[in-house]
Nanobody, 127 residues
């Protein structure tokens, strides 16, 4: 099975940018549908972006399109999330997740569909 380790979270000012990384070990990421979720303090976990198994197709939460970009590097066996124009309300723990299932597009945002999770990386957006 795959193990996931997120990194790149830190304190950033509003309007700033961050790039999160999710390093995978144990299995090749190309064989997994992979996603980013986030959980703001005191709130439920929410979908950020996903990339389909054995496909370049990506999906993003509607509110994040144009600011967040999800990508996968098969050679480095890693997933990335580029986040631009960050807002204070996007302060959250960001998680990387993976599943061996070939999810249909409408299921990509459902966290119960993913069986592998990293420990998360904290992103704090504040001045």
């Amino acid at each position: 099975q795959v193990q996931l380790l997120e990194s790149g979270g830190e304190l950033v000012q509003p309007g700033g940018s961050l790039r999160l990384s999710c390093a995978a070990s144990g299995r090749a990421v190309s064989g997994y549908t992979m996603a980013w979720f986030r959980q703001p303090p005191g709130k439920d976990r929410e979908f950020v972006a996903a990339i389909k198994r054995n496909s370049p197709m990506t999906s993003h939460a509607n509110s994040l399109k144009g600011r967040f970009t999800n990508s996968r590097d098969n050679a480095k066996n890693a997933l990335y999330l580029q986040m631009n124009s960050l807002k204070p309300e996007e302060t959250a723990m960001y998680y990387c997740a993976a599943t061996t299932s070939s999810l249909i597009t409408t299921s990509l945002a459902v966290d119960q569909m993913y069986e592998f999770w990293g420990q998360g990386t904290q992103v704090t957006v504040s001045s």
